[in-house]
Every structure is written in C-alpha cells, then in structure tokens.
C-alpha cells in the first residue's frame, strides 16, 4: 500500500503511477495502431478492387474488333509461390503472351490461355478478335504458303 498525501490519496494514485493505468495505456495505443493498420489495409484493398472494376467496365464498352494480324512474338512468364506449411507441395503458375502486329504497324501485347499459345507460331498471319485489352481469338489464314530450301 502506498504512503497517504494530505488529502487522502495514496501516493500511487496522485502520481498517475500504479500498474492499472500503464496497461490500459498499452493497449489504447495497441488498440488505435490496429484500428488504423487495418484501415489502411481496406483501403489498399478496396482501390485494388475499384481498379479491377474499372478496366473490366471500360473492357466491356468497347467494341468487339477483328482485324488483319501477324504473330510475332510469344513470351511466358512462370511463377512460384512457397508453401504455407511443412509438407505443401511448391505451386508453380504459368502466365502466356502473345504479340501481335496490325496492318497499320501497331503491335498490341495480350494474356492468352496455355492451349491458344500452343498453337500460335510466330509469323502466322489471320484475323485476330479482341475487345479492349481482352484477347478473344486469332484464326489463321489457311493459305500461308512455306518454302522449302
């Protein structure tokens, strides 16, 4: 027990000094640190998910073109992410790219699936489809002509 002041009070609890205030000091600032961490992260989130909104709103009000191409580059990005626990197998994602060259001399670079990348060869020439930034499909003349020697 603390020593009496004059006017009753411990010495403890005129000082400001006892346990009780300290710790419920800690974790008001624990408290008020979380609150803002985890507004920071619905922040981040949300423009995240905002952005994804926009680019698929402004994907779809375009119109859907198709257009004289040529294949002339192809490019694949793979990715690895480690495994949370002992034991998890490592996963490994692969991202396909192809470009593609306009009449007008414009190249446009695209996300295309695994299959339509194996059977893009650089050169060929056809009617590739798009919307916006969105790949649809690329149909290759059939009348390509190969030499030989």
């Known amino acids: ?7 009753g009070q411990s010495s403890e ?9 300290g710790i419920d ?8 640190t979380l609150t803002i ?5 619905a922040v981040i989130i949300g423009a995240g998910l905002l952005k994804s909104y926009m680019s698929w709103s402004r994907n779809n009000a375009q119109p859907l073109l198709s257009v004289k191409a040529a294949v002339v580059s192809k490019r694949s990005r793979v990715r690895s992410q480690q495994p949370y ?4 197998n490592q996963q490994t994602f692969t991202d396909y790219y192809a470009t593609f060259e306009v009449e007008s001399g414009d190249r446009m670079e695209f996300t295309v699936s695994g ?9 060929d020439v056809g009617k590739l489809t798009f919307r916006g930034s969105r790949y ?12 030989f020697g």
């Open 25 to 32: 000091s800690i974790f008001s600032a624990a408290g008020t």
């Open 115 to 123: 299959r339509d990348f194996g059977q893009l060869a650089e050169g």
């Open 85 to 88: 626990e002992e034991g998890q």
């Open 13 to 21: 609890e005129g000082t400001g000094m006892g346990t009780d205030s």
């Open 136 to 147: 649809q499909e690329f149909q290759r003349d059939n009348n390509r002509v190969i030499q």
């Open 37 to 41: 961490l985890i507004a920071v992260i």
């Open 1 to 7: 027990m603390g020593l009496r002041t004059a006017s």
